[in-house]
Structures are given as structure tokens and as C-alpha cells.
């Protein structure tokens, strides 16, 4: 990878962990499955009315939408409405990394060199020591729910690849299209059917405001730049170079709960985190200097 999308990977990794204190602010006010209806809802209007539809296959924009958008929201969003600690949720979603690299490996046949195997398996130390340090403070379940929503994001980072978009952001913005509705009917079905709209119309007050602003940070700031970015980066390079990358969100997602919520890391998760980080960067090797220069000269 190139020095600026090495930078623009860790600017959506810091954009992803400060999506999951969103999240949480956002559960405070409305129900899991109708904010995660909500979120996508944001977006599909207007891409509807002015964004042209990504010339891809209909299969994978589908699989992009149920993967990254509905598997993933919905499992991540119950596991943190039902205790699912914050900083942990940031740490366990990740496990979309190794998911991403296993599917690359079965379905598309890639492969991966020797050094990012072993940077992947250092990162993979890092999150198995933070989550045994953890795993006194979340139950079982919410554990499992959100193991489930790193699989559909694995899914989707896939369906990215396979889809091949000329334009990315087309594509991410398209992806949000496919979700309201599933998740609509979940909400109607498992919440009832006011539930959401109770919540939607005590958002618009004073009280309400910090919800409708969690909803902005994470439709505008985590979907439309965060996942437009990481399709773009997908596009380019391999699953087994870029997916490493989501790794290094738990590290600001962990810091931002400490800061913000009072979840204190221990030394362990600390020292952990750091491993985390050489793991990454030990996993996505240097390019050759003559692709280093073919694509330095792309980007001019």
C-alpha cells in the first residue's frame, strides 16, 4: 500500500472507533433494529433522488447491503442494547479481519504472504488477550451477537471486491439503499410497531438532540466517508491487505470509552493494544518501489 492510503486506512479505523460511542449515545434513545433502520434511511433518500446507481452486478450490490448493512447493524446494535460493553464491541467486531482473509482465501482464491500471515496472527494475540482481560464484564451472548455482525461485515467487504465499482462512493451510498426496509420490518415485527416512531418524535427536542446527532456521526462520518473510503481501498488492494487495517479500531473505540464512559483498560488491554498496532503494521508489507511509483503516479 501507499504511504496516503496506509493514512487513509487509519483514518477510518479512528473513524470506526468513534463510531461505536455513537452508537451508545444513540441506543439511549431509540430501539436497536429501528436505529439501524433509521441510519441508512438518512442516506438512501437523497441517494435515490440524485445519485446515479453503481453500474455492478445486482447480486453483489445485494450481498454488499444484507451483509455490511443489515447482518452486521442488527447484531451489533441488540448485543450493545443488551449489555454489550462499549469498548469491548469496538474490540470484538474486528474479528471481521480474520473473517475477511478466510473468506478471500475460500471464495477468491487469494493469497497471502508469509509476513502478513504472521501480522495478522500477532494482531489476533492482541484481541485474544484483550478479550480474556474482558471477558468477566459481558455475558455470553451480546459476545456471540457481535462475533455474527463481524460476519456480515466480512461478507460485505467481499462483496465489495466482487462488485467491482467504477465509482466507490456510488456504491456505498447504493449499499444504504438495501437496508431500510429489511430493517423496518424487523423493528415492526421484534419492537412493535410505535416503538421507533415514540423515540423518533421525542428525537426532535432538547433532550432529544444528542441521538439525532449520534444518527449523523453515524450515517454521514462512519457509512458515507468511512465505508466510501474502505471501498475504494478494497477495490485496489487484496482483502488480506486492507482488512487488517479494521483491527486498529478497537484501539481508539477502547480509548474513547475510557475517556467518555468510564470503561478503564488494564495494563494487559494497553499492552495488548499495542500489539495490535505492530501486528497491523507488520501484516500490510511495503510495495515494490516500482509499484510505489506506478501508483504514486495514478494518484497525481
Keep these: 500500500m501507499t504511504t496516503r492510503d496506509r493514512l487513509l486506512a487509519c483514518f477510518v479505523a479512528a473513524l470506526w472507533g468513534g ?3 455513537a452508537i451508545h449515545v444513540g441506543l439511549e434513545h431509540f430501539p436497536p433494529l429501528f436505529m439501524a433502520a433509521l441510519r441508512f434511511v ?3 433518500v437523497p441517494t435515490v433522488l440524485f445519485v446515479p446507481r ?3 452486478p445486482l447480486r453483489w450490490l445485494l450481498t454488499y447491503g444484507i451483509g455490511f448493512g443489515v447482518a452486521q447493524f442488527v447484531f451489533l446494535f441488540i448485543a450493545m442494547d443488551i449489555g454489550m460493553p462499549t469498548g469491548l464491541a469496538s474490540l470484538v467486531l474486528q474479528a471481521s479481519a480474520p473473517f475477511t482473509v478466510l473468506l478471500g482465501m475460500l471464495l477468491l482464491r487469494e493469497r ?3 509476513r502478513q500471515a504472521v501480522g495478522i496472527a500477532v494482531a489476533l494475540l492482541g484481541l485474544a488477550a484483550i ?6 464484564v459481558a455475558a455470553v451472548l451480546p459476545v456471540l451477537l457481535t462475533l455474527l455482525g463481524a460476519l456480515g461485515w466480512a461478507v460485505g467487504n467481499l ?5 467491482a465499482a467504477p465509482n466507490p462512493l456510488h456504491l456505498t451510498l447504493w449499499m444504504s439503499v438495501v ?3 429489511p430493517l423496518l420490518a424487523m423493528s415492526w415485527i421484534w419492537e412493535g410497531p410505535g416503538a421507533g416512531w415514540d423515540a423518533l418524535r421525542g428525537a426532535f427536542t432538547l433532550t432529544g438532540l444528542p441521538g439525532v446527532m449520534a444518527i449523523g456521526y453515524i450515517a454521514v462520518l462512519a457509512t458515507l466517508v468511512g465505508a466510501g473510503v474502505w471501498v475504494g481501498l478494497m477495490r485496489r488492494y487484496p482483502a488480506g491487505v486492507v482488512a487488517p487495517y479494521s483491527l486498529l479500531a ?3 473505540g477502547m480509548t474513547l470509552a475510557a475517556t467518555l464512559l468510564g470503561e478503564r483498560p488494564s495494563p494487559v488491554e494497553l499492552v495488548a493494544a499495542a500489539v495490535i498496532v505492530g501486528g497491523v503494521l507488520l501484516g500490510t508489507p511495503r510495495p515494490a518501489p516500482a509499484a510505489l511509483s506506478t501508483a504514486s503516479a495514478a494518484a497525481a
Design 131 to 136: 478479550a480474556v482481560s474482558r471477558a468477566q
Design 250 to 252: 478497537p484501539v481508539v
Design 19 to 21: 463510531n461505536f460511542i
Design 42 to 44: 438518512v442516506l438512501a
Design 179 to 181: 437496508p431500510p426496509l
Design 54 to 56: 453503481p453500474q455492478v
Design 159 to 163: 462483496a465489495t471486491r466482487l462488485a
Design 112 to 114: 497471502i504472504s508469509v
